[in-house]
Structure formats: structure tokens, C-alpha cells
């Protein structure tokens, strides 16, 4: 696996690299989408990717991305360019 490295934020939305347990720092090989919090101390995962054997695939953890606060314009543009860095890093030969 590759191991990948980025963030991306706009607004109160987080597209970032992380590894495939979320909680533990090992190597960067997937990605989140987070929503911070007004206080920008603490976030929580509104959706992940996991690597599937022909792309990623993007999951939703419950009903957070119905939650008012999620700016859905926001959401999809992160969700997008999440796709394309992962397809990039995951390019078969």
C-alpha cells in the first residue's frame, strides 16, 4: 500500500488522509471527512473511504451527514477530490 498525506479544509469540513483504524497513527493509506466543532478542539468522522478492489468507496458513519450543520455543497466537493487523490495514489500498473 501507498501511503498517502494530505488535508483539505473549507469551512467547518475536513477532508484528510488517515490510517485504516482512524484512532491509531500509523501509516496514512485512506481517508476521512470530519465536521469540527465551533471551538475547533474536537471533530467527528461524518464519512470514510475504504479501499475496495476497483476503487474507493465512500461510507457514511450513521445519520451524521443529515445533520443540519453539513454544508452539502461543501461536502460534495471534498468528497469528490477525496476520490481523485485516492484513485491517483491507488493506480493499478
Known amino acids: 500500500m501507498k501511503e498517502i498525506n494530505f488535508k483539505i479544509r473549507e469551512g ?15 501509516l496514512h493509506t485512506t ?15 461524518i464519512a470514510n473511504y475504504e479501499i475496495g478492489e476497483e476503487s474507493p468507496d465512500l461510507h457514511f458513519c ?4 443529515l445533520m443540519a450543520s453539513v454544508d452539502w455543497d461543501t461536502f460534495r466537493k471534498l468528497v469528490a477530490t477525496g476520490q481523485k487523490l485516492l484513485e491517483k495514489a491507488y493506480e493499478r500498473d
Open 12 to 26: 467547518n469540513l475536513e477532508l484528510r488522509s488517515c490510517n485504516n483504524h482512524l484512532m491509531s497513527d500509523y
Open 62 to 65: 450513521g445519520s451524521r451527514p
Open 31 to 45: 481517508a476521512e471527512i470530519v465536521e469540527w466543532f465551533e471551538n475547533n478542539e474536537s471533530c467527528y468522522t
